[in-house]
């Protein structure tokens, strides 16, 4: 049986699903986030059941970013741990901060709205909220062990 030579795996940096340069990240970012919003245009107007396909597309795509997107310093492999969303606590911190925003924002405007929509917009809304705020926690998650692991490196790197 023929077995063809194997490039090196640390020389080998080509994985599509790892994005580390910034003008690639970018790229990454409009074409993944064009195709989602593509996809959620078509379900406009689909109901309850469209709203909460929209709300999984987009919780999709940010978990997607979670584990695409690494940092120029990081690694490709081996993987992050399921609980690490970016490479710096800044980053988790900055996006949880845009998920919190968002998730208050869209509140104060749609409480008075709220008693003249039919029920599905209301679902539909409650369950975007209820994804979006879990989406912020699982990012605030990450920058708070992202932050206990870098101060605990400083201490460790300090006593010696």
């Known amino acids: 049986m023929y077995d063809a030579p194997r490039p090196d795996r640390a020389a080998y940096q080509l994985n599509p699903l790892r994005v580390r340069r910034a003008a690639l990240k970018v790229a990454f970012v409009l074409?993944?986030?064009?195709?989602?919003?593509?996809?959620?245009?078509?379900?406009?107007?689909?109901?309850?059941?469209?709203?909460?396909?929209?709300?999984?597309?987009?919780?999709a795509w940010w978990i997607m970013l979670a584990r695409c997107l690494r940092s120029e310093e990081e690694e490709l492999d081996p993987s992050r741990p399921w609980w690490q969303a970016t490479y710096r606590p800044t980053a988790s911190f900055a996006i949880t901060a845009y998920f919190a925003f968002g998730v208050a924002f869209a509140t104060i405007n749609f409480i008075p709205v709220a008693a003249y929509l039919p029920m599905d917009d209301v679902l539909g809304f409650v369950v975007r909220q209820v994804v979006n705020v879990v989406l912020g926690l699982f990012y605030l998650h990450s920058a708070v062990r992202l932050k206990i692991r870098e101060l605990r490196r400083r201490a460790d790197g300090a006593g010696r």
């Not at 074409?31 to 929209?54: K, P, R, W």
């Open 31 to 59: 074409v993944t986030g064009g195709l989602v919003l593509a996809v959620i245009a078509g379900l406009s107007g689909a109901g309850l059941g469209g709203t909460i396909t929209q709300v999984a597309l987009e919780a």
